[in-house]
């Protein structure tokens, strides 16, 4: 069973920080991942995507990957209120298919950003 | 580009009744995977289509069967309802396999 582990949070932090979100996963062969986005009651969101090991900047979104660490993470710079939601990070298994689908997701963090 | 589109947004329903959900991919997209969501469990996968053909399945009993037709449009469909079943169910598209998934906004299902 491939995985992605995700602490659950709450991770709370004050308005203008950063927020570093984590992410590990079990699957070496992994080759792509993603973080989603999910306000509550609302569908996951794709923010960003990433497949090369180092850093992926989008705005004030940065996704940082080390494969050899098999460690994802997703950087939020200067936290806003509206970024308070839940974020699940997902890897596209090296063998993509079977039982668990060919994303494998964590089951979130879940941030709030203070004012 | 329109988004992925899901219908209907909300369903009531009673143990024992069956219920058809419904998805429209992004225009282009030819896979559709469909999930379940609970408070605490995470998306459990169900299936996926592509090219109306099911590629993968989650491990769900048999009550839950899917389809996907010739315009990638896709239903799925839960048999002889439990309470359990009461879920949001999301259906993401993508272009192929390997690529990233949007997700249309949801179904949610309340078994009664």
């Known amino acids: 069973q491939k995985e992605v582990e995700q602490n659950s949070g709450p991770l709370s932090v004050p308005e203008g920080a950063i927020a570093s979100l984590n992410c590990t996963y079990s699957?070496?062969?992994?080759?792509?991942f993603f973080w989603y986005r999910q306000y509550s009651g609302k569908s996951p969101e794709l923010i960003m995507f990433?497949?090369?090991?180092g850093d992926k900047e989008d705005g004030r979104f940065t996704a940082q990957l080390n494969k050899a660490s098999q460690y994802v993470s997703l950087l939020i710079r200067d936290s806003q209120p509206s970024d308070s939601a839940t974020y699940l990070c997902?890897?596209?298994?090296?063998?993509?298919?079977?039982?668990?689908?060919?994303?494998?997701f964590g089951k979130g963090t879940k941030l709030s950003v203070k004012p | 580009k329109a988004g992925v589109t899901q219908t209907p947004r909300y369903l009531i329903k009673t143990r024992g009744q069956q219920v058809t959900l419904s998805c429209s991919p992004i225009?282009?997209?030819?896979?559709v995977s469909w999930y379940q969501q609970t408070p605490g469990q995470g998306l459990q996968f169900l299936f996926e289509?592509?090219?109306?053909?099911?590629?993968n399945k989650g491990n769900f009993p048999g009550r839950f069967s899917g389809r996907q037709f010739s315009n990638s449009r896709s239903e799925m469909n839960v048999s002889t309802l439990e309470l359990g079943d009461s879920a949001l169910y999301l259906c993401?598209?993508?272009?192929?396999?390997?690529?990233?998934?949007?997700f249309g906004p949801g179904t949610r299902l309340t078994v009664l």
């Open positions: 699957d070496r062969g992994s080759q792509s």
């Open positions: 990433i497949y090369s090991n």
């Open positions: 225009s282009g997209h030819r896979s």
């Open positions: 289509y592509f090219s109306e053909t099911q590629r």
């Open positions: 997902a890897a596209l298994p090296g063998d993509y298919g079977g039982s668990q689908g060919n994303l494998i």
């Open positions: 993401a598209s993508s272009f192929d396999t390997y690529n990233e998934q949007f």
